[in-house]
């Protein structure tokens, strides 16, 4: 009987469950196969001393061979014909393997050079592909090689090494060529460079009035304004069009004020931009050392004012950040750090324990102002990272057009330190990422900027504006793709360490 020349591209079949189908679908699994739901196998495709257990939507075109093998597939996954799969492989979901492939988990012992190979039997590792991936025409992959995610494994390949993520590899041995998130974003980041490098003086003047610079920032101190504006035109290496700059530094150090509180978060680093600092230091910063430390950081509710906890201390490593590297005077960061470390919570990585909203914000305040900028180990990166990934999928924050500048910034900058010290769930995190990446791509502004509330594009300021680009860099620069942004955040978002 001719074989149907539907059966060698079977994904052009309408009706799947005909009767002829399901009959060899029931006979192949009194062999130890199991099938989903809508699944199609030629019946020219080879099953010798072999088994199949696949997901939904799966198919096997004719002349494919599995042969000595215990293949394992998940939905929406293809053999192609002629396809070759031996020993123990396992697919992950929305793989895809072209004709001629080759999929080998089985090699040879010859390890004796006084015994036939024939006589020193078999290894097996097994092969495992991860999740929407294409094995290209004629490619080999080997025993013992796992394909990670989203790779793609280009026709005559010779896989001798596990695949990275997002990769694409070729060649004999073959090694990867490119990284698909790298090409992916190369020209919509520099796009977006180039466009924001054109708009920001016109932007930022845009924010003058009477003399100075003003926002629409929610309960934002009139300082913030006057210091966003500065950490932008830092960022792209932009002059101030307010005045000059020794006339603006004398300007905005008549700003500082005695108080640990909220402006100190922004005006040293403003100015430091700048090229100046403050006038003079936090006088009030001195007397926390030793016990008065201690008992400044016991007299807070940890238990329902996280954030307010995190606020103030993240205001007084800055004070004692600016006291240290312009005015000389030495911090007591031992017992800060000490009691801190103290008093994480093993289980969560976290201080304190009001709602997770709350918890991960203090979380990042507290640290940006300590771990990070003086460039400590944080004490529970693992258990933080848990935590953080979890807050990260509560649709209330983060979901359809959810997700502020603020709420973003406590989720990236965490992941983005932790990373420094191990690779637990990283591949979640990078995900996170991705969609973020994409969405701050596509909500720029002509000549306005971000809104605060990003997708809602309900209010372009210089915070959303600042703010939005220094995560931007974060959730690059954490997926590995910060290189190929024009610049890096200033100021109080940098990411580099000084002391």
Not at 156 to 161: I, L, M, Q, R, S
Not at 317 to 337: I, S
Not at 431 to 443: R, S, T
Request: hydrophobic share 40%; net charge negative.
């Amino acid at each position: 009987m001719p074989k149907r020349a539907e059966d060698y591209i079977p994904w052009t079949i309408e009706d799947r469950n005909t009767p002829e189908q399901l009959e060899l679908q029931q006979q192949l699994e009194q062999t130890g196969c199991r099938f989903g739901e809508n699944c199609y196998i030629s019946p020219d495709a080879v099953f010798s001393n072999a088994t199949l257990r696949a997901g939904d939507d799966c198919i096997v075109a004719a002349d494919a061979l599995l042969r000595q093998a215990a293949v394992t597939m998940g939905d929406n996954c293809s053999i192609n014909p002629m396809a070759y799969l031996q020993g123990e492989i396992r697919l992950g979901d929305n793989v895809r393997i072209a004709p001629r492939a080759n999929l080998i988990a089985e090699n040879h012992a010859h390890g004796d050079i006084f015994l036939p190979i024939t006589r020193q039997g078999l290894t097996a590792e097994g092969i495992t592909v991860g999740d929407d991936v294409w094995i290209g025409a004629q490619a080999i992959v080997l025993d013992g090689i796992h394909v990670g995610a989203h790779s793609i494994v280009a026709a005559g390949a010779v896989v001798t090494k596990d695949v990275p993520e997002y990769s694409i590899v070729g060649g004999n041995p073959a090694r990867v060529l490119k990284n698909r998130i790298r090409e992916y974003f190369r020209e919509p980041l520099a796009q977006l460079c180039r466009k924001v490098d054109r708009q920001l003086e016109t932007l930022v003047k845009s924010h003058i009035v009477n003399g100075g610079y003003v926002d629409t920032s929610d309960n934002q101190p009139p300082v913030r304004a006057w210091c966003d504006a500065a950490e932008l035109l830092a960022m792209f290496r932009k002059p101030n069009p307010l005045m000059e700059p020794a006339a603006l530094l004398q300007t905005m150090g008549r700003m500082q004020e005695e108080e640990i509180e909220y402006p100190v978060l922004c005006l040293g680093y403003a100015m430091e931009v700048m090229g100046g600092h403050l006038p003079h230091a936090y006088r009030a910063a001195e007397q926390y050392t030793g016990q008065r430390l201690r008992e400044y950081l016991e007299g807070f509710d940890w238990s329902a004012q996280t954030w307010h906890a995190g606020h103030c201390i993240d205001c007084l490593g800055t004070a004692f950040y600016q006291n240290q590297k312009y005015f000389g005077q030495k911090a007591d960061l031992d017992t800060l750090f000490a009691w801190l470390d103290e008093h994480a919570n093993p289980q969560t990585g976290m201080w304190g324990s009001a709602n997770a909203m709350e918890t991960v914000n203090g979380f990042y305040r507290l640290t940006r102002g300590t771990y990070a900028q003086f460039g400590r180990p944080l004490p529970y990166p693992e258990q933080t990272i848990d935590y953080v990934l979890k807050h990260a999928a509560d649709p209330r924050y983060f979901g359809e057009k959810n997700g502020t500048a603020c709420n973003v910034l406590d989720v990236i900058h965490p992941l983005w330190l932790c990373k420094k010290q191990t690779d637990h769930r990283y591949e979640e995190g990078r995900e996170w990422a991705l969609q973020w990446v994409k969405k701050i791509l596509d909500n720029w502004e002509e000549e306005k900027g971000y809104s605060f509330t990003l997708q809602l594009r309900d209010n372009p300021t210089l915070m959303g504006t600042e703010m939005w680009l220094s995560i931007l860099f974060l959730l690059c620069d954490y997926i590995g793709i910060g290189d190929l942004l024009c610049y890096a955040p200033q100021g109080v978002h940098r990411t580099v360490t000084e002391l």
